[in-house]
């Protein structure tokens, strides 16, 4: 790797934006604000009816994209469903889940001052699969939105990582080459797979020491922490 890196791009959730965090946190504001539907049900039944409900939705939502509204109404009733509780409330229930998730205060451990540390020497942008209304509203709530000089979101842009045209487009949008730009992600699939093959240099982000999955793809940098990536950057340009 050359240490002509002019550029850092992010992933957000869950490399910047703690995603499960954020929905535990939402869960319990709606669980206060419809407490009497959720009345005799337990904080572990509300969890793991919610992360199901999410995981089978989300299974939907990358198949075939149906509307926004109706996959988040379509999650709020197989949350409901899953309770044995009444779907009437779906509506009301997906409606607040969109305001309150990404207003969560649930950053990845050292996002904000990685991106800080990083805003003098580097241009930064974001490269997310997500749809607008909240992931915006998410890195406001960071406080770093206005660090990022492009920010390229998959639902807004009409691809998605790990298809390497996502990666050239912000690149192209920052003004560079690919491989001026490193990119920091926390999925091997969507991140190091897709941002590798786009030619970018990649930090993996893998805060559980997962196995990397075999898949003829190599990160250049894998790191357990974020406070990390800056020292990379560090020993890059020293070298
Ligand atoms: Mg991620």
Redesign the pocket.
Known sequence: MSADLRAVLF?????LFD?NGAQLMALDVIAREFRDLFAGVDRQELVDAFLESDRLTTLEFYGDIPTVKNIRVRRAQVFLDLLGLDGAHADALAELYVEVYPRMDAPVDGAAALVEALAPRFQLGVV??SLPDVQYQKLATLGIRHFFECIVLSEEFGIRKPDPAIFWHAAGLLGREPEECLYV???YT??VVGAKRAGLPVCWFNPNGLHPPQVGVECDFEVRTLAQVCEILNEVEST
Do not use: C
């Open positions: 992933d957000v959730d869950d490399t995603r997310s699969n992600g926390d999925s969507a991140d």
